[in-house]
């Protein structure tokens, strides 16, 4: 039965046979579920005020430990294995070093790369197991990550 739960079949319903065109089919399925054609008409994307330039306050320290506050306990650790409760067990030193953080990427307009990475795991939706198609992903992010991005936001 094992052996059954891991067969994958490709776009034509042939069986995968190896790992590397399992992960190849994989690449193929969440690249074009991923990288989708823009459908935003031209005229309204030019209508969009652009605030890259605009010139906004720096995060305070005090929406960092409120945002730091604000992490739920008990989720699984994000791409950079750092549960949440880590970072709040890093009190004060940890608010300030993530302060620092993220004034750094402020005024530098310099977001690190870790902060752009995510990784991919398929959940089955639907139908066949064995089809990639019948998966949608979710995004696992590191937890530094989303811990600025609730200050983002």
Not at 97 to 120: F, I, Y
Request: net charge negative.
């Amino acid at each position: 039965m094992q052996a059954e739960l891991n067969l994958h079949l490709d776009e034509s319903g042939q069986p995968i046979k190896s790992k590397e065109e399992k992960l190849a089919c994989w690449r193929r399925h969440f690249k074009g579920v991923l990288n989708v054609q823009n459908t935003v008409a031209e005229e309204v994307i030019a209508g969009v005020e652009d605030l890259s330039t605009a010139d906004t306050a720096e995060v305070a320290r005090e929406e960092v430990e409120h945002a730091v506050n604000k992490l739920k306990n008990g989720k699984g650790a994000g791409s950079d294995e750092i549960a949440a409760e880590v970072v709040k067990d890093g009190g004060q030193a940890m608010i300030e070093w993530l302060w620092e953080l993220l004034r750094e990427v402020w005024k530098t307009k310099q977001v690190p790369q870790e902060w752009k990475n995510a990784t991919l795991i398929p959940l089955h939706k639907k139908n066949d197991r064995k089809v990639c198609d019948n998966y949608r992903g979710i995004a696992l992010v590191a937890e530094s990550r989303e811990d600025l991005q609730v200050m983002v936001d």
